[in-house]
């Protein structure tokens, strides 16, 4: 029972954004590259990785106490800030400039939360690598979009 209110209170805290924007017009009136996923699909990928990056933390949480794994929980907030970010300050705010920024720190700080979690984990770890290479794309998207529409 607490593997799953682990993984249902970390996969509802990911989607916290999208029970707030919903206003998505900023984003079809940007030029996008030739390599930018159809647009139904973003919310499709993020859903699917969230709850990979859930099914890691409750890992994670299920093997050792909060309190014990200082590193990993640094690594964990700071990527969630990141994160959450983003969708605000793209969707919301429509600033282009550090919507890449926040995603060039949201996938730093992937690779921060991979690497304390392969210390902890390996398979927890695994359920983070589409994550980290879908960062990895975001970061080149949002800086072509950045350019695309100057």
Known sequence: MK???????SFL????????????SFFDQLNLPFFAL???LYGIVWTILYFLISISISII???YQFKYIPDYNKALISNYIFNELFTYVLFY????FFSFMIALGNFITSLFLYYETKSLDKKAANFLL????????AVVLSLTIYFMNL
Request: glycine share 0%; charged share 15%.
């Open 3 to 9: 593997k799953f209110f682990i993984f249902l209170s």
């Open 13 to 24: 805290l990911f989607l916290v954004p999208s029970f707030f924007i919903r206003d998505f």
């Open 61 to 63: 949480y299920n093997m």
């Open 38 to 40: 159809p647009k139904p």
């Open 130 to 137: 589409p994550y980290v290479f879908f960062n990895l794309f």
């Open 93 to 96: 705010f429509k600033q282009l």
